[in-house]
């Protein structure tokens, strides 16, 4: 008898682990949520946007160092107090330069980047169309 | 005519391959050779940010950006947890010591006490000490880590930043030249 109630108060136990730890976790780690949705849902944009400067392949979003926190953190922060996106970009570029920003800008030094690929599609697509229509017509008169 | 068409394409994705190839080798170098992907603070030439931080003893004077101004001297971002900041900690001692250079600290992240502690057990090296335990001031500083130091002029710009412990070869090679100037 005294054994089957302690296996009920080891699950209790258990079960209190498995569903309240989390929550409380969760409570800890997002440090000031904002209440308003729109605003929070801004924040989670920037913070996908913004690179952590400890772990330089992952974003703000991302990581759990204590810079990253600190910067989800005063995103937030910027953001309650009506700051812009834009605005809070260029806070942190003009600390930390273009790097902060996990895609990199368009300005004259990456134009080759954003633009290349695409332009090299182009040509490709067109010379396999002139190809391709030469190749008819020549077919064309053969016929 | 019409087979060198064909290679235009190669040609050009070569072109932007290779290109793009030295680019990155490029960056990779700046990562290894700096030892980090944010070495260059963008501050630097720029007036202090204006931050206003409490002291890490109660009841005394905070740091504020415009204590600062007046004379060149040193900022210096470290903590008792940071492990690299013993190691220069003897450099910063003789800086004070041989009264070369102000150096004021921001203990970032840190327990006061813990400071106290710290500063109390390895010597305190420090005009002022003020403490950043939210770490906002120090994000608004471009700071990627503990310890980094900034040399300020006596106008409140940002001469020069430097990631790691400080010694005394780095402060003879950058900063002597800078003030100097």
């Given amino acids: 008898m005294i054994t089957k109630s302690k296996n009920y108060l080891l699950v209790l136990v258990l079960l209190a682990t498995i569903f309240v730890l989390p929550n409380l976790c969760l409570a800890f780690s997002y440090q000031a949520p904002l209440e308003d949705n729109d605003l929070e849902q801004r924040a989670q944009k920037l913070f996908r946007e913004i690179r952590c400067v400890v772990c330089v392949s992952q974003s703000v979003n991302d990581s759990e160092t204590e810079l990253a926190v600190d910067l989800r953190t005063l995103i937030r922060k910027k953001i309650a107090a009506g700051e812009s996106d834009e605005e809070i970009r260029k806070f942190l570029t003009s600390r930390y330069g273009n790097q902060i920003l996990l895609a990199p800008p368009i300005e004259n030094s990456t134009y080759v980047l954003w633009f290349g690929p695409i332009i090299i599609f182009v040509i490709g697509l067109l010379i396999i169309y002139f190809k391709l229509s030469t190749n008819l017509n020549l077919r064309k008169k053969k016929n | ?181």
């Fill in chain 2, 1 to 181: 005519m019409n087979k060198l068409i064909n290679f235009i394409p190669v040609t050009i994705f070569t072109i932007f391959i290779v290109y793009m190839a030295i680019k990155l080798d490029e960056d990779k170098r700046n990562i290894f050779e700096n030892k980090n992907y944010f070495e260059q603070n963008k501050l630097v030439g720029q007036s202090l940010p204006k931050f206003n931080l409490p002291s890490i003893h109660k009841g005394y004077l905070g740091l504020n950006y415009n204590d600062i101004k007046g004379r060149y001297s040193l900022i210096n971002i470290f903590a008792s947890w940071c492990v690299a900041c013993k190691i220069e900690h003897p450099f910063l001692m003789s800086l004070k010591e041989n009264k070369i250079i102000t150096v004021y600290g921001i203990a970032w992240k840190d327990k006061p006490e813990n400071t106290i502690k710290w500063l109390s057990d390895n010597g305190d090296p420090y005009n002022k000490v003020a403490q950043d335990y939210e770490g906002e001031t120090v994000i608004s500083l471009g700071i990627t880590g503990a310890p980094e130091t900034f040399l300020v002029d006596e106008m409140g710009i940002i001469k020069y930043h430097h990631i790691g412990p400080l010694s005394e070869k780095i402060f003879n090679q950058k900063i002597v030249p800078l003030i100097q100037k």
